[in-house]
């Protein structure tokens, strides 16, 4: 066993990411966007969300996401305040109408299909589970009307196809995709989905308490069906239909955080400037070959992903063998700048989890790698 402070080791300056920011929410806020923020100062920061100029940008927001993801003629973009937390219990309370289906194969599939299975006014939900690392897949039932899953699920990092489950539609069960960590950075096709959810503290590297989501005409027409049921108690700030009777007024229930809202649109500017979701996602695709790659060429790390099919592309898990103590190598690449690749808490494993969304550079993905070579050769 080594000595050595892990905190006292210096990485040469040239081995050094340009940006030493990896975490998966909040993640890497680009210069640009704090440029935008400062330049919003005046005419935004501090003005009311009720009056144009906010509301443009929130226009802005909506129209460049309706273009990101190329949107189906009928689908809206309708946003609320409270993350995709928030939205699980708008989901749960406007758009399950007796009884959901989750595949959860990690913490954030498992808290959606906690809340649904919460609710008093639902039975108990019907929940497909897969150890962590791979991958629970929906399938066809008689008796749910909602299908859910992660489109990325950010606390293994394992991503899943987005895909109707066979015969839904005729089922009449919507399918509602939780792409907190994967919308903007993975290809999709959100026909595939009739809830398509996020927030922006991810790929949009902005911050969180908002949260966004792509809804189809059926989402919106099962909302209106459940919340005019007269059967059912659902809050206003849980209303979908009021989220979108707002959203179509490019306003929200209440008071967003104009900031956010700021940052956000800035990035999803750059995002279709620089190419849409095909550059994104090649972009977050080559920081991922690299990663793996690096991770299968060490004797001491592998891809926690077994299956390479399932390897998110967005947010990698790295296992370090037991010759290697990742809580050393975390502390030590901290020490020098370079944050937050420790795994997430409730896995408890021996490993580094690495945001690859499209505002991290592949470059500094490469010098990360190399920094992790140096810090693991002076800790041995
Ligand atoms: C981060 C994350 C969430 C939680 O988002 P909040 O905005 O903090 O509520 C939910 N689902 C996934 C897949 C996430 O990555």
């Not at 066809?140 to 009307?145: F, G, R």
Request: hydrophobic fraction near 45%.
């Amino acid at each position: 066993m080594s000595e050595t402070n892990p905190t006292h080791l210096t990485i040469p300056a040239d081995l050094l990411p340009s940006d030493g920011r990896f975490g998966s929410g909040p993640s890497k806020v680009r210069p640009a966007q704090v440029r935008a923020l400062a330049d919003a100062g005046v005419s935004l920061l501090g003005t009311s969300h009720r009056q144009a100029p906010v509301r443009s940008l929130v226009r802005r927001t909506r129209e460049g996401l309706t273009a990101l993801f190329d949107l189906p003629d009928g689908y809206e973009v309708v946003l609320g305040n409270g993350g995709s937390t928030a939205f699980w219990d708008v989901a749960t309370a406007c758009l399950v109408r007796r009884r959901a289906q989750h595949a959860a194969f990690g913490e954030f599939g498992a808290k959606f299909a906690a809340a649904t299975s919460a609710a008093p006014f639902l039975e108990p939900s019907q929940v497909l589970t897969a150890p962590p690392g791979s991958v629970a897949h929906p399938e066809p039932a008689d008796d749910v009307d909602v299908h859910a899953w992660p489109h990325n699920e950010t606390s293994t990092g394992a991503m899943a196809p987005v895909r109707r489950v066979a015969g839904s539609r005729e089922r009449g069960a919507l399918t509602l995709v939780d792409a907190t960590s994967g919308a903007g950075a993975l290809p999709v096709d959100v026909s595939e989905t009739d809830v398509y959810y996020f927030a922006p503290q991810k790929v949009f590297g902005s911050d969180g308490g908002l949260w966004l989501a792509l809804c189809s005409p059926d989402a919106l027409a099962r909302a209106d069906e459940v919340e005019s049921s007269g059967t059912r108690w659902v809050p206003e700030s849980l209303s979908l239909r009021t989220a979108a009777a707002n959203s179509r007024q490019d306003q929200t229930l209440n008071t967003p955080a104009i900031a956010t809202l700021v940052m956000l649109a800035q990035q999803v500017e750059w995002l279709l400037e620089n190419g849409g979701l095909p550059w994104a996602s090649a972009r977050s695709a080559e920081s991922a070959a690299h990663l793996y790659g690096w991770a299968e060429a060490r004797a001491w790390a592998t891809p926690f992903v077994a299956d390479p099919a399932d390897r998110s592309t967005v947010v990698g898990t790295i296992d370090l063998d037991a010759s290697v103590d990742a809580t050393q190598v975390i502390a030590a690449l901290r020490a020098n700048g370079i944050r937050d690749v420790f795994p997430y808490r409730k896995l408890g494993r021996n490993q580094l989890r690495v945001a690859m969304f499209p505002a991290i550079e592949p470059d500094d993905v490469r010098a990360l790698t190399a920094c992790v070579d140096h810090v693991v050769d002076r800790l041995a």
